[in-house]
């Protein structure tokens, strides 16, 4: 029993059930094939290149992740599609394959430029590297389509913002983008059903995502949900280590009828406290709420009312 042997059968079972497992099914998982203690699972999850474990209760002190009761692994790769419209492949360490193939349909068929070949002597060096050889196609894709950012297309950021029933995205329907709560993909919309953003798909983002060639069905969208969930989840993992993190927390009530935010995620001074600049434009953006500076976190306090409003 080798690491990459081991490690290369957690990713496989993390892509067979949508990239993402909870740690305790996970557990169980690798239990029944492989003799190892809770240290050692830790230590292969403790591999950030691959995995990413969150709901981590990590204690000061304690190496690797600390997996919680919440927790859930998520798979991860730095292999991506080669952008190039023509590449010789001699220098190229990126897979050679049709994006639209991985995106689920490509109606080109034989007439298509670019490689349906998985597995072509280019793409199986790669993937041998990587410890990815095992996985099968549906497998890989779902493994490329969370971790790659130039499969799928963008959450808009600026519908996100705003009251007006397009946030404050200035080309509404027109927008390239998807038109739907960030914060809802994320698993994690304190509003619900009251949400003034789209909590599924509308007819211009699955336009969007057919153009893509995407197969938008009813199951096919709790997929995409899915995708999208994880692909938050390693983009904050990736802001973690960079010295942020976008993460919003309910916090305790100050008065009656007020709700209290601590959002993280500004770009720090050296004394670790947020921007000034980065304050100001997120109290344009919030102008319902009183903004509080405490530290290195920011407050948002919600008095009342029912304006609508997410942190960027």
Known sequence: MSTKEVSAFITKLLCRSRGCMEYSELHRAVRQRYSLSDQDLLAFLGDTSRFIVTGDSSQSGVAGPQPGAASRV??????????????????????????????????????????????????????????????????????????????????????????????????????????????????????????RRAHRFDESSIMILEKRCFKVDLNSQRVLYEIYKNRFMITADFEKAAGKSFCVIPGPLKCEGAKTWTVYGFPRTGLGNPSLKDALMLAVFLSSFPVFIFGSHVHLQKVGGLNHHHPP
């Open 74 to 195: 998520i798979a991860k790769t730095s292999v991506r599609l080669c952008q190039m419209h023509e590449c010789d492949g001699r220098a190229c360490q990126n897979l050679h394959l049709c994006k639209y193939l991985v995106c689920g349909q490509c109606g080109r068929g034989k007439k298509c430029k670019y490689s349906h070949k998985v597995h072509s002597s280019h793409n199986s060096n790669i993937l041998t590297e990587e410890g990815l050889q095992d996985l099968d196609q549906l497998e890989l894709f779902q493994l490329l389509l969370q971790n790659d950012n130039w499969l799928l297309p963008d959450i808009c950021s600026h519908y996100n913002l705003g009251s007006d029933k397009h946030g404050s995205c200035t080309y509404k329907k027109k927008c390239f983008k998807l038109h739907i709560c960030k914060f809802f993909l994320q698993g994690d919309c304190i509003f619900a059903n009251n949400c």
